[in-house]
C-alpha cells in the first residue's frame, strides 16, 4: 500500500514539474475561466530581422515621383526600413547607370525599361527575382511583360506598369476613308492609303513620333513586317519588304509630333478638327486627349504574337545589394494590387496584373484594351541583351530614311545588317 502511495506521489510532483516548465518555442497561457489554450509560439530570437536601409532610383516626372515618394513615406511609416527614394535626372542615361555598376555605387533597386533589362542581367549586374520576391509572378502577371524580362531561364525583374502604344483616331475620317472600322492588318492599311490619296480634304492621315524606334518598329509591323514566332527581327522578310514600301509611301501624309514636347497636345485638336484621321501614341497618353470626336484601339493581338509594342517598367535588385531581402518587401509593397489600381488611375499606365483586367470597370481599364492582351504570348520581338543598341541603330536608320537621307533599298539593306557586326 505505501509503495502505491509513493507511485501516486511521484506522478503527481512529475505533472507539477511539468506545468511550471515553459517549452523552448510556446507558453501556454491561461485566460480567466482557467482554461488553457493553443500553444502560442514565440519568434525565433535568431530570425528578428535588422531595419533594412537601402536606396531606390527612378526616372520619373514630377507627379508620377511624388506619388511614389508619398508610397514610400507609408511603407516607412509601417516597417522599420529606411528607404531612401531617389529620381535620376532626365538626362542620366542608362549607360551612366552601367558605369555606377561598374564601379559599384549602383542603387539597391532600380526601376527600369523593360527593354534594358537582360542588357544589365547578362552583366551580372542583377539578381534573379525568385532570390528576392516570394509572390508568385508566372500566371498572375501578363505574359507581354514578363516575356521582356526573361533571360538564361530566369526573371530578372518584377513588372510595375505596362504602356503599349494605341491607336487614337477619327471615327468619322475613318469611315470617310472607306473603312468601318480603324485598320487592323497590311490590307486595311492598304485600303485606307489608296482612298486617302484620292482625297483632298483630309491634311494628314497618320500622326506620329517617328524619334520613337519602337512607333516606327510597330507602324512596320502593322503594315505587314511583324516579326512573329521569335524571327530574327531586322531579318528582310517579305512583309517586312511591304511593311517599309507602305513607310514610304506614307511619308508625305505623315505628320510628325514630339511626345515629349507642347505639339503632342496639338495633335488632340488636330483630330477633333478633322485634321488628322488616326495617331499612333502610347496609352498613358490617350486620358489626356479623350474627346467624343476620337476613340482608341489596340488591334486583337490573334495567334501571330504581339503586333503593337508595349513598354513596361520593373523593378531590379543589384547583384551587389547587402539588403535584397528588404528590397524584396519594398517592391512587393510597390507592386500589389492596390497600388496598380491607384498609379493606372494617376499615371495612365496599365497595370500589370492580370486580376484587374477581369474587373475591367471597377478599375477603370479603358473598354478598348482588347481581352487578347491578358492571355497574350511574349513579344514577337525578342528581348536580347543587345536590342538597346539594335534598336539605336534602327531609330537612326529610320529618322535618316524618313528624312530622304536614304533610299528604300538603301533603308532595307541598313536594317538587314543590324545587329550581325556585334
Same mark, same amino acid.
Request: hydrophobic share 35%; glycine share 8%; net charge negative.
Given at each position: 500500500?505505501?509503495?502505491?502511495n509513493?507511485?501516486?506521489?511521484?506522478?503527481?510532483?512529475?505533472?507539477?514539474?511539468?506545468?511550471?516548465?515553459?517549452?523552448?518555442?510556446?507558453?501556454?497561457?491561461?485566460?480567466?475561466?482557467?482554461?488553457?489554450?493553443?500553444?502560442?509560439?514565440?519568434?525565433?530570437?535568431?530570425?528578428?530581422?535588422?531595419?533594412?536601409?537601402?536606396?531606390?532610383?527612378?526616372?520619373?516626372?514630377?507627379?508620377?515621383?511624388?506619388?511614389?515618394q508619398?508610397?514610400?513615406?507609408?511603407?516607412?511609416?509601417?516597417?522599420?526600413?529606411?528607404?531612401?527614394?531617389?529620381?535620376?535626372?532626365?538626362?542620366?542615361?542608362?549607360?551612366?547607370?552601367?558605369?555606377?555598376?561598374?564601379?559599384?555605387?549602383?542603387?539597391?533597386?532600380?526601376?527600369?525599361?523593360?527593354?534594358w533589362?537582360?542588357k544589365?542581367?547578362?552583366?551580372?549586374?542583377?539578381?534573379?527575382?525568385?532570390?528576392?520576391?516570394?509572390?508568385?509572378?508566372?500566371?498572375?502577371?501578363?505574359?507581354?511583360?514578363?516575356?521582356?524580362?526573361?533571360?538564361?531561364?530566369?526573371?530578372?525583374?518584377?513588372?510595375?506598369?505596362?504602356?503599349?502604344?494605341v491607336?487614337?483616331?477619327?471615327?468619322?475620317?475613318?469611315?470617310?476613308?472607306?473603312?468601318?472600322?480603324?485598320?487592323?492588318?497590311?490590307?486595311?492599311?492598304?485600303?485606307?492609303?489608296?482612298?486617302?490619296?484620292?482625297?483632298?480634304?483630309?491634311?494628314?492621315?497618320?500622326?506620329?513620333?517617328?524619334?520613337?524606334?519602337?512607333? %516606327?518598329?510597330?507602324?512596320?509591323?502593322?503594315?505587314?513586317?511583324?516579326?512573329?514566332?521569335?524571327?530574327?527581327?531586322?531579318?528582310?522578310?517579305?512583309?517586312?519588304?511591304?511593311?517599309?514600301?507602305?513607310?514610304?509611301?506614307?511619308?508625305?501624309?505623315?505628320?510628325?509630333?514630339?511626345?515629349?514636347?507642347?505639339?503632342a497636345?496639338?495633335?488632340?485638336?488636330?483630330?477633333?478638327?478633322?485634321?488628322? %484621321?488616326?495617331?499612333?501614341?502610347?496609352?498613358?497618353?490617350?486620358?489626356?486627349g479623350?474627346?467624343?470626336?476620337?476613340?482608341?484601339?489596340?488591334?486583337?493581338?490573334g495567334?501571330?504574337?504581339?503586333?503593337?509594342?508595349?513598354?513596361?517598367?520593373?523593378?531590379?535588385?543589384?547583384?551587389?545589394?547587402?539588403? %535584397?531581402?528588404?528590397?524584396?518587401a519594398?517592391?512587393?509593397?510597390?507592386?500589389?494590387?492596390?497600388?496598380?489600381?491607384?498609379?493606372?488611375?494617376?499615371?495612365?499606365?496599365?497595370?500589370?496584373?492580370?486580376?484587374?483586367?477581369?474587373?475591367?470597370?471597377?478599375?477603370?481599364?479603358?473598354?478598348?484594351?482588347?481581352?487578347?492582351?491578358?492571355?497574350?504570348?511574349?513579344? %514577337?520581338?525578342?528581348?536580347?541583351?543587345?536590342?538597346?543598341?539594335?534598336?539605336?541603330?534602327?531609330?537612326?536608320?529610320?529618322?535618316?530614311?524618313?528624312?530622304?537621307?536614304?533610299?528604300?533599298?538603301?533603308?532595307?539593306?541598313?536594317?538587314?545588317?543590324?545587329?550581325?557586326?556585334?
Amino acid at each position: 500500500m505505501k509503495r502505491r502511495n509513493y507511485w501516486v506521489l511521484f506522478a503527481i510532483l512529475l505533472l507539477a514539474l511539468i506545468n511550471l516548465s515553459p517549452s523552448k518555442q510556446s507558453t501556454l497561457i491561461r485566460n480567466e475561466e482557467g482554461i488553457i489554450p493553443e500553444p502560442v509560439s514565440l519568434p525565433n530570437p535568431k530570425e528578428v530581422q535588422e531595419p533594412g536601409h537601402f536606396r531606390v532610383a527612378v526616372q520619373m516626372n514630377e507627379g508620377e515621383f511624388l506619388r511614389l515618394q508619398q508610397w514610400n513615406y507609408e511603407y516607412m511609416n509601417q516597417f522599420a526600413d529606411q528607404v531612401e527614394l531617389v529620381n535620376l535626372p532626365s538626362g542620366e542615361s542608362y549607360r551612366d547607370l552601367l558605369q555606377q555598376f561598374e564601379l559599384g555605387e549602383s542603387p539597391d533597386v532600380l526601376l527600369l525599361d523593360n527593354d534594358w533589362i537582360r542588357k544589365f542581367a547578362s552583366s551580372g549586374y542583377l539578381l534573379p527575382a525568385e532570390r528576392y520576391y516570394s509572390s508568385p509572378l508566372s500566371g498572375e502577371v501578363l505574359s507581354v511583360t514578363l516575356g521582356q524580362n526573361e533571360w538564361n531561364g530566369y526573371l530578372w525583374g518584377v513588372p510595375f506598369d505596362t504602356d503599349p502604344y494605341v491607336f487614337a483616331y477619327n471615327p468619322a475620317l475613318i469611315k470617310e476613308l472607306g473603312l468601318d472600322h480603324p485598320p487592323q492588318s497590311a490590307d486595311d492599311w492598304e485600303k485606307l492609303l489608296s482612298s486617302f490619296k484620292k482625297q483632298s480634304r483630309i491634311p494628314s492621315l497618320l500622326a506620329v513620333d517617328i524619334s520613337e524606334p519602337y512607333a %516606327a518598329l510597330t507602324l512596320l509591323w502593322q503594315f505587314g513586317g511583324n516579326a512573329a514566332g521569335g524571327s530574327p527581327p531586322f531579318e528582310m522578310s517579305e512583309g517586312m519588304q511591304r511593311g517599309i514600301r507602305y513607310l514610304e509611301e506614307l511619308r508625305p501624309y505623315l505628320l510628325r509630333y514630339d511626345t515629349e514636347a507642347q505639339s503632342a497636345s496639338n495633335v488632340w485638336k488636330r483630330i477633333y478638327d478633322g485634321e488628322v %484621321a488616326i495617331c499612333l501614341t502610347r496609352a498613358s497618353l490617350i486620358r489626356d486627349g479623350q474627346h467624343p470626336r476620337m476613340e482608341a484601339f489596340i488591334p486583337d493581338l490573334g495567334n501571330t504574337g504581339t503586333t503593337m509594342w508595349s513598354y513596361g517598367r520593373s523593378f531590379v535588385v543589384s547583384s551587389k545589394s547587402p539588403n %535584397a531581402e528588404a528590397a524584396g518587401a519594398w517592391i512587393e509593397e510597390m507592386t500589389g494590387a492596390g497600388r496598380q489600381r491607384e498609379w493606372h488611375e494617376i499615371t495612365g499606365h496599365l497595370p500589370v496584373l492580370k486580376s484587374l483586367y477581369f474587373e475591367f470597370e471597377r478599375n477603370k481599364i479603358p473598354a478598348w484594351v482588347p481581352a487578347s492582351l491578358v492571355g497574350s504570348k511574349p513579344d %514577337a520581338l525578342p528581348v536580347g541583351s543587345l536590342l538597346p543598341e539594335q534598336m539605336e541603330q534602327f531609330a537612326r536608320l529610320t529618322t535618316n530614311f524618313m528624312n530622304s537621307r536614304l533610299t528604300l533599298e538603301q533603308y532595307g539593306k541598313e536594317i538587314t545588317q543590324i545587329g550581325r557586326d556585334k
